[in-house]
Nanobody, 121 residues
Framework: QVQLVESGGGSVQSGGSLRLSCAASGYKYSRYCMAWFRQAPRKEREVVAV???????SYADSVKGRFTISRDNAKNTLYLQMNSLKPGDTAMYYCAAASFCYGLVTRVGYWGQGTQVTVSS
């Protein structure tokens, strides 16, 4: 069965860095767009970054210049390098596999269980 397992979340001070990973299995990873979403308490889930099957990337304006999404098709793993973290980045971060993507627009087929990121001031 399809599994997306996130790791790398934690607590960090403002200005710090974290690297999230998402290990994928159970489907043809290289044929899917991959994305990171996040959801803060009492807010809707929002897309953070998307990477296409060709490696093209798109970012939400709030994270441009600070976050970098990447994928390793040999390892079936997705990454999100987060630098210059702010308290506003505090959220549960979710990995997602999408059968379609165009910019930040995705058609998500599979979700991970999430990993918590907490940034203190």
């Amino acid at each position: 069965q399809v599994q997306l397992v996130e790791s790398g979340g934690g607590s960090v001070q403002s200005g710090g860095s974290l690297r999230l990973s998402c290990a994928a299995s159970g489907y043809k990873y290289s044929r899917y767009c991959m994305a990171w979403f996040r959801q803060a308490p009492r807010k809707e889930r929002e897309v953070v970054a998307v990477i296409g099957t060709d490696g093209s990337t798109s970012y939400a304006d709030s994270v441009k210049g600070r976050f970098t999404i990447s994928r390793d098709n040999a390892k079936n793993t997705l990454y999100l390098q987060m630098n210059s973290l702010k308290p506003g980045d505090t959220a549960m971060y979710y990995c997602a596999a999408a059968s379609f993507c165009y910019g930040l627009v995705t058609r998500v087929g599979y979700w991970g269980q999430g990993t918590q990121v907490t940034v203190s001031s």
